[in-house]
């Protein structure tokens, strides 16, 4: 069993920064990837990016692409999106997810076992 614990979301205006956290806890040993994905309302989930625990490869939707980055902390069990460049269309609930096991996609929801409650991010213009 893994848990993810998102915080770090928040109201913002277009143009400024926010930077979540997903701290993680359980059994992350066999966890191979890692992500963001995102739901806006009335919308379906939508993959915003990923990441190998095991190195730094990374992926990114291309809607975020330039604006946000991924990352990792493991001694502080941590996952981080920063973004930047807040745009409207950003305003959704993000989740972060964990694999809990191998996978070879790191933007494909079918590969990722374990979700978090979610934290909002609202971008108003």
């Known amino acids: 069993q893994v848990q993810l614990v998102e915080s770090g979301g928040g109201s913002v205006q277009a143009g400024r920064s926010l930077r979540l956290s997903c701290t993680t806890s359980?059994?992350?040993?066999?966890?191979?990837?890692m992500a963001w994905f995102r739901q806006a309302p009335g919308k379906e989930r939508e993959e915003v990016a990923g990441?190998?625990?095991?190195?730094?490869?990374?992926a990114y939707a291309d809607s975020v692409k330039g604006r946000f980055t991924i990352s990792q902390d493991k001694a502080k069990n941590t996952l981080y999106l920063q973004m930047n460049s807040l745009k409207p269309e950003d305003t959704a609930m993000y989740y972060c997810?964990?694999?809990?096991?191998?996978?070879?996609?790191?933007?494909?929801?079918?590969?990722?076992?374990?979700w978090g409650q979610g934290t909002q991010v609202t971008v108003s213009s």
């Open positions: 990441i190998f625990t095991s190195g730094d490869f990374t």
């Open positions: 359980g059994d992350t040993s066999s966890t191979y990837c």
């Open positions: 997810a964990a694999s809990g096991g191998p996978c070879r996609f790191l933007l494909r929801q079918w590969e990722y076992r374990y």
